[in-house]
């Protein structure tokens, strides 16, 4: 787990560049769902380094005794042995399979995991709030190096580098459950402190864009609304833990190295 201290920062996309005569506002996502910026504070807390993988989650199926997504659980052939594999994140799980597994561990550790709100998990992926397109060691998708190409079969976690505070995976390898529900206006009404979404809906969020996405698709602003009780190949999550000290087995990233390493790529909000 990463250790993501708290603090402050404008959560939702942003206009980036400045606006030309007759061109259209340059924002890092085109839905209107993901507007306007507004301003959040987090408690510190921790989020999973890696999505949680084939390997983690058939543990944790076989110790409860849940059937393994399998073939017959996926209800397709085409290909599946080239995705499931024990490095790579698991898929095809509903968002309560998802949010199940988290609260497993808690229940094993005695530390309260969940799955991370959706301002933890911006939080996290702009290494703290920092005004970054994507969740890569430079805040930029530099295709080959720190962003996959288009995949058909998707990447084992970690296969690029991580963002400055040691997170992997952010941007383009599977989109990711969080913990709210989904509402289009949200934003123009989200309270300040600990926003943990609407208090009920019909579709949850998705975070992070997959390894079958355009870099467009797969900014740190982009939110998709999505069924519940959706089981798709692109589709995975990560955990968090909701303890506000680390815990011991926690990388603690240097906020001064993360400042350093983002420093000459950020994008703050351009002056009009």
Partial sequence: MVFV?????MMGDYIHV?????????????????KPAHKVALDSFHIGK?????????????????PLIDEKYIGRTEGFAKYRKPDKPVAEVSWQEARDYCHWLGRLTDLPFDLPTEAQWEYAARSRGRYVGFATDTGLADIGRNFPPFERYGHPVGTY????????DMSANVDEWVLDWYAEDYYQHSPERNPKGPESGTKKVTRGGS???SPEGSTVYNRRPTKPDMRVYTLGFRCAINQSTPIPQAHIPDDAEVEKALAPYLKPPAKQ
Avoid: C, M, Q
């Fill in 5 to 9: 201290k708290g603090g402050s920062f």
């Fill in 18 to 34: 400045p606006i030309k005569k007759g061109r259209s506002p340059a924002y890092w996502s085109r839905h209107w769902d993901s």
């Fill in 50 to 66: 890696y999505e949680v993988t084939f390997r983690e989650y058939d543990i944790y199926s076989k110790a409860n005794n849940i």
């Fill in 161 to 168: 580098p991580p963002n400055p505070l040691g997170i992997y």
């Fill in 211 to 213: 390894y079958r996405e």
